[in-house]
């Protein structure tokens, strides 16, 4: 009983002596998706890992990760694209965003995971996506949560934003977690991209809690 | 004026053994060829010191020392120690001439900053040891050297002022002919003083025209202008292993002593390596050769070597490796200035090298820019490697055409399908997408290359099932296929 007192004793001086040092503010980057941009309080964070999930096969994912590519390139900046099932065509991409894509054609998902490690330790590239929606869910799911947490260690401490696109909720570990849920008929194969945009539905389905801060600088001078 | 000359004695045996400098204490010796014909060439102190001496036998030589190394002369690897030894003393004078192997000329200026004994620390560096002659004429000069290798002192550097004051110095080193040598011999002449001594006219009477180039040699008297050479382009290093290498690690350590010799070498000049030929031979008699493009032209050693560890690290070969040859191409360091509103790179040389592994991972056509072909043919287009060069113009985002629609996730390769049709498209069944048509699309009908043996056409259908997928479905003769997923 003694012993019970002194220990919670202790504890409560531990509590009241140490402080967490306080955060540095979060930088981030505006995607110009305003949606997008409102949900994540200002824009895609730096030194994140998001998780953009889509459960239907037609949803627009594409259509926003080819946004958010043209977005960087027309910035002066050079994306990369990990493609895990080597599904991205050249042919309904911006001709823009061709000049400027690293595409990392890959077959596995451990391949893609190792691509996007040695990407992460680089860290040249400010805006990586790891598109995973055309593996197999058994595939994904022999992929240890480590692996994603260690992705998630590395990321961190860099300025380089990892989206990774999944066909469903997979990474445990991920700064934020984002769904799409929209549907598009026959009509919007001939429609404009920006005013399809608009017909994304996109939710945070988790966010770790966003540091206030400013962003530090627009995405024009990178 | 004043001429100078640069002499690494054993010049053959130093070629060789430029890679492994440390062998240079042990006895070594360097024979003509391999095979029953070989003989010794040339030997190391200690091997002298066992009794070793050229013209034996290889089996001779080893009677007379059983620890002794055997080296093959190499043609290949006295070409790169020349090259070495012109560099060396083309940082001292723009006249230079390669007067013989192991020998070269140059117009002494001290004026320029010329001072021997920084000329031979810089060919030391090269894992070359020389001797400097200084001298009013080359000949004079060449004996200076000579007479210099004679000496007991630290520094194998000789100047004289007239020829008097090579009198002291053995009669060898005015290398008269065979007979002639033999004959001086007999009648007691052992200096160049006693040669000089005896006249020139005693000396063609006695002993015929052969005589008088020796004898003008032996007092100076000779002037001729140099044949001067030209800066090499090219930097290179090779090679011949006498045990062929079988793993990457002792591979690797000879890649890296060439490869700080070249950077060496190239630095004397101020200029850096644009590109590195890597160049293996094999056991077999084939060989391999790459091409290493450096993103940014530099004279780091580590990073150099870090482009080809890192591709090496995945290489694989069915033979041994026998040879090595490692040429650089010179470049100026860059002065190049970044474009306002592009964003370049943090690391250059840390993005080439993570491309070099993921290409390495992937294999070289997965990893790079893609680029559309001319072509009509659906998924048509080829990889392009990231280049290290500066950006070509490319015309602003506004003045290239934009992408319509949602973009297409194509299936590689096509996945089968089993389709429905009255007589269009009602029911889709795959591995990908199932269900019932919603709505249709086309047929839209692609063809090309009809004068060619490639001539291609099918046709296309753009589907919504009723899940709310679209996709899109290729008719073919052989069947239908779907081609990808809207998205």
Known sequence: ?222 | MKYAVLWAPDFALQAVLRPEPELRLQPVALITEQGPRGRVFQATFSALQEGVLAGMAPSQAQARCPRLLFKTRSPAAEDCAKAAMLECALGVSPWVEDTAPGVCSLRWEPGFGADPARLLEALAKRSLKGCLGLAPNPDLAWLAAQAAALGNGPVFCREIRESRELHPCPLKLLTPPTHLSEVLDQWGVRTIGDFVALGREALLERLGPEISPVFERAVGRVERPLRQVTTPERYEEHLDLEHAIETLEPLLFLIRRCLGQLVLRLGSAWLVAGEIHLRLGFASGGFYQRIFSVPSPTGDEDVLFGMLHTHLENFRAEHPVTALGLSAVPSRAPRQQFALFESALRDPHQFFETLARLQALLGEDRVGRPELEPTRRPDCFRMRPVSAAPAEYCPPAEALPGALGLSLRRFRPLVAARVQCSPQPVFVESAEVNGPVLAVQGPVVLSGDWWDRAAWSHREWDVELMDGVLCRLREEPGGWFVEGIYD
């Open chain 1, 1 to 222: 009983m003694l012993r019970a007192a002194k220990i919670l004793h202790l504890r409560e001086l531990i509590q009241g002596h140490s402080q967490a040092p306080p955060s540095a503010p979060r930088a981030y980057s505006p995607s110009g998706f305003p949606p997008l941009d409102s949900l994540l309080e200002g824009g895609l964070w730096k030194g994140a890992l998001f998780e953009l999930s889509s459960p239907a096969k037609t949803s627009g994912a594409s259509l926003l990760m080819h946004h958010l590519l043209r977005l960087s390139s027309q910035q002066g900046q050079h994306p990369a694209l990990i493609d895990g099932s080597d599904t991205f065509d050249p042919q309904s991409a911006d001709r823009f965003l061709l000049t400027r894509l690293l595409w990392i054609r890959c077959q596995k998902a451990a391949d893609a995971l190792r691509c996007a490690d040695l990407l992460l330790r680089d860290g040249n590239l400010p805006l990586v996506f790891l598109d995973l929606r055309g593996n197999s869910r058994e595939e994904l799911r022999r992929i240890p949560a480590p692996h994603w947490y260690r992705l998630q260690r590395m990321v961190e401490p860099t300025a380089v934003t990892l989206i990774a696109l999944t066909a469903h909720s997979l990474i445990p570990c991920a700064d934020v977690r984002l769904c799409l849920e929209s549907r598009f008929g026959l009509d919007s194969l001939e429609a404009d991209p920006q005013a399809l945009l608009g017909r994304i539905h996109l939710h945070v389905v988790r966010k770790r809690p966003a540091r206030l801060g400013l962003p530090i600088q627009s995405a024009a001078l990178g």
